[in-house]
């Protein structure tokens, strides 16, 4: 009796665990071939993987592994709708500027303008251009008044090339002045005359060149440039100063 009840605790120790008439060692065993099979399979990149965890189950490879985008170093993911959204990473922050001119002290001070409207209206009449005169004819320029202008200019000419119309403004009477003294048409005739003989020495030479061309007469009108820059400069300050007396004119008459 005591020999059969030893007998049945051997048996029963030696009897596999289930688990709801399942054998747990045989599933455990048929779960490592499977995985073991994977591995033997699957390249090498990936069997380092499946054989540190071959307790856990891998999807099948099909060799297509090193074609895949990689997920970390792709810098752009899609919304909901599918569409590209850039990766949301801290972007550098800019220098903040200053809208505020007026602090910079190199910028001369500028007068504050105001508006104000009268509180009478006032309304002026004017004339119809048809009704000042009796003859149409008066409200254009005739050839006595062309001549009369041509006279007056000849005369502020005179003035200036002797040294006496100083305070004339000769601004566009250049050309007259310099044809007086016989040296306006000098510049002109040398930029023809090197032309027409670069043209010449290339026709008999049978090279041609546009380049060439060119460069002779950038290097003949240097001169020409340099006072028409210089002339410019000249205007330019004329301008400042003629806007910065009516400038304080107005000022005054506004007061």
């Not at 020999?3 to 455990?28: E, H």
């Not at 546009?210 to 210089?230: D, F, G, V």
Request: aromatic share 6%; hydrophobic share 30%.
């Amino acid at each position: 009796m005591a020999f059969q009840k030893l007998k049945k605790r051997l048996l029963k120790k030696k009897s596999p665990r289930t688990n709801n008439g399942v054998d747990l060692k045989s599933s455990a065993d048929d779960s490592q071939r499977t995985c073991r099979t994977m591995v033997s399979d699957s390249p090498p990149s990936s069997r380092t993987v499946l054989e540190s965890t071959p307790e856990l189950v891998q999807p099948a490879m099909y060799g297509y592994e090193d074609a895949a985008p990689d997920a970390a170093a792709k810098s752009l993911s899609l919304d909901p709708y599918g569409y590209e959204v850039h990766d949301p990473s801290p972007v550098a922050a800019r220098p903040r500027r200053s809208s505020m001119k007026g602090l910079d002290p190199t910028r001369p001070p500028r007068r504050r303008h105001s508006i104000s409207f009268e509180k009478e209206v006032k309304v002026n009449k004017v004339v119809p251009i048809a009704t000042m005169v009796k003859d149409k004819g008066d409200m254009w320029l005739q050839g006595q008044d062309y001549s009369r202008i041509a006279n007056k200019v000849n005369r502020i000419v005179e003035r200036s090339a002797s040294g006496k119309g100083d305070k004339f403004c000769v601004r566009g009477l250049e050309h007259m002045i310099e044809r007086r003294a016989g040296k306006e048409d000098e510049p002109r005739t040398e930029a023809w005359d090197t032309v027409l003989d670069e043209q010449h020495t290339q026709c008999v030479t049978g090279n041609y060149s546009e380049e060439t061309l060119s460069q002779k007469y950038i290097l003949c009108s240097k001169q020409s440039r340099m006072e028409a820059k210089l002339r410019a400069l000249q205007d330019e300050q004329e301008v400042s100063r003629y806007l910065e007396e009516t400038r304080h004119y107005c000022r005054r008459m506004s007061m």
